[in-house]
């Protein structure tokens, strides 16, 4: 799968609380992110996306103060509750500085308080929209957000790309488990320099 303007990359996670310094969430994909040097990798996927005007979708998950949302919660959202990630009235769940260059040609997609970007949200009606038929997946993490909007992505008939570089898990071991075992039962995975 090649870049252009009938592809669309959906970004996942890309928030303070998980790639910031301080961010409370930052230790868990710590060792992925530098490992695959992830947030470098996506910058430039995002340069080169731009220059072929490919569809660009961040989906940030973000709660309101209370956790309203969530209903006995279990898993990465009971941690996300534990320990007051992304709160809709705090920094981490604003999207990251590192893609303010490119807002203008981001489309952010709200109403995302689970794993699934299609859960809740208006993505696939925003795909559909500009027959988009190709999507390449880049964020965190891996065996949440981006596993369940991969495969939900896959079921909708989309062509799905996951980036093995472009994706952080909460260990390496987990990170090259689902890129080489779980992933190519339902999408392609590539690295950002097979896109490019």
Avoid at 5 to 32: K, P, R
Avoid at 50 to 78: M, Q, R, S
Avoid at 80 to 86: E, I, K, V, Y
Wanted: net charge negative.
């Amino acid at each position: 799968m090649k870049l252009s303007n009938q592809t669309a990359i959906l970004l996942i996670g890309y928030q303070n609380d998980y790639f910031s310094s301080d961010g409370v969430l930052q230790s868990v994909v710590e060792e992925s992110l530098s490992t695959n040097k992830v947030l470098e990798n996506t910058i430039s996927l995002i340069e080169k996306a731009v220059n072929v005007n490919a569809t660009i979708i961040a989906t940030p998950i973000v709660f309101t103060p209370d956790y309203k949302e969530l209903h006995n919660p279990i898993g990465i959202l009971k941690v996300c509750q534990d320990l007051g990630a992304f709160k809709s009235d705090g920094p981490g769940s604003n999207l990251i500085d590192e893609l303010n260059p490119w807002l203008d040609h981001i489309t952010i997609v709200p109403g995302k308080t689970g794993l699934n970007a299609f859960s809740n949200t208006k993505v696939e009606k925003i795909l559909r929209s500009q027959g988009i038929k190709k999507l390449i997946i880049a964020g965190v993490v891996t065996s949440a957000c981006i596993d369940s909007s991969a495969r939900s992505a896959s079921e909708k008939g989309f062509e799905v790309t996951v980036l093995s570089d472009c994706t952080a898990g909460r260990t390496n071991f987990e990170q090259e488990y689902y890129c080489s075992d779980v992933f190519p039962l339902f999408a392609h995975v590539k690295s950002c320099a097979e896109i490019l």
